[in-house]
């Protein structure tokens, strides 16, 4: 599984990054997680608004800084 | 692109897209949505993004405080996506402000005309 954290690298972007670790422990389940923090990078996924949290290539959250639970329920494959 | 961070501001996100069809009304749409995005009064974004349900567009538009589609014509395409979608708007129309589909000229006048207008009805 792949997990990747979109934005610059402010508050709210590293919280959700650590949200994300914490919800992939939680869940015990086996993940690369990657920043992105380059805009243009980020536009071109369509996200206007950070932070942005992708699972496996699909854009889950914008705009939002999701807690561990949410996270670990979009790892189960919810939405 | 707007940061909802703290470190960001907490202006309100308005999301600016545009039918572009292929009539003069759909080329005046795109024309008042870039000018639109120009002057800062919202960002545009792909409206062919989200009817292709391209995920990052679709929770974009979700996220945004407001959604502002500019369709050229009553056809409104631009409605139909957002209303498939199940996502709220704000639907402006080209042949709403004095422009004849197949018939207007889209001279300068008539973009800076129209895009006041749209501008001051988005704020109201």
Excluded: W
Excluded at chain 2, 19 to 45: F, I, P, S, W
Excluded at chain 2, 77 to 83: A, L, Q, T
Excluded at chain 2, 86 to 107: A, H, L, S
């Amino acid at each position: 599984m792949k997990i990747q954290i979109l934005g610059t690298g402010c508050p709210k972007c590293k919280q959700l990054e650590a949200n994300a670790r914490e919800a992939v422990t939680k869940m015990g389940v086996e993940a690369d997680i990657e920043k992105i923090t380059d805009i243009d990078q980020i536009m071109e996924l369509g996200v206007m608004m950070t932070p942005g949290l992708v699972i496996d290539g699909e854009v889950r959250s914008v705009g939002k800084v999701l807690t561990v639970d949410q996270i670990a329920a979009q790892l189960k494959g919810g939405k | 692109m707007a940061c909802s961070c703290s470190c960001g501001g907490d202006t309100s996100i308005k999301l600016v897209y545009s039918c572009a069809g292929a009539a003069n009304t759909g080329y005046l749409a795109d024309q008042v949505a870039r000018k639109l995005n120009h002057e800062g009064a919202g960002d545009m974004t792909c409206l062919a993004a989200v009817a292709a349900d391209l995920s990052g567009f679709i929770e974009s538009a979700k996220s945004a405080d407001k959604n502002v589609v500019i369709d050229g014509c009553p056809v409104g395409c631009g409605k139909k996506i957002f209303e498939a979608k199940g996502i709220p708007f704000t639907q402006y129309v080209m042949t709403d402000y004095g422009v004849e589909k197949k018939k207007t000229g889209i001279t300068p006048e008539v973009i800076d005309r129209v895009t006041g207008e749209i501008c001051t009805a988005m704020n109201a």
